[in-house]
C-alpha cells in the first residue's frame, strides 16, 4: 500500500498539484532549502512513517530522501480532499 501512495504523491508532484504550508515554507527557508528540494525528496525518497490525525482521521507520510545538494531529508505530506499533495514540513536529518 505505501508503494502506491508514494507513486501517487509522486504522480501529483510531477504534475506541480502541490501546495506548501507557510509553516514548511518556513522550515525550506531555515534548512536554505527549495521547492525543488521538496521535490527531490519525494523523487529519491521512501515512506518511512505513517500517522492519522485523531481529529480529521486524515493520514500524513513521512518521506525520508535527499535534497538536490544530496542532504538527507525528509518532508511530511498528506493528500488533500482537493486531490493535491500537501507540503507540511520538512527538515534536514
Known amino acids: 500500500m505505501l508503494n502506491r501512495i508514494l507513486t501517487r ?3 501529483l508532484v510531477l504534475e506541480r498539484r502541490y501546495v506548501v504550508t507557510l ?3 518556513d522550515e525550506l527557508d531555515a534548512d ?3 521547492v525543488y528540494d521538496l521535490e527531490h ?10 500517522q492519522k490525525d485523531r481529529m480529521t482521521g486524515e493520514r500524513k507520510y ?3 530522501g535527499q535534497t538536490i545538494g544530496g542532504v538527507g531529508a525528509e518532508t511530511v ?3 488533500a480532499m482537493t486531490g493535491k499533495v500537501v ?3 520538512a527538515y534536514t536529518l
Do not use: P, W
Not at 42 to 49: A, D, K, L, N, R
Open 32 to 34: 536554505d532549502f527549495t
Open 23 to 25: 509553516h514548511a515554507d
Open 62 to 64: 513521512s518521506i525520508r
Open 87 to 89: 507540503f507540511l514540513t
Open 77 to 79: 505530506v498528506k493528500i
Open 41 to 50: 525528496i519525494v523523487f529519491t525518497g521512501e515512506v518511512v512513517e505513517t
Open 9 to 11: 504523491i509522486r504522480r
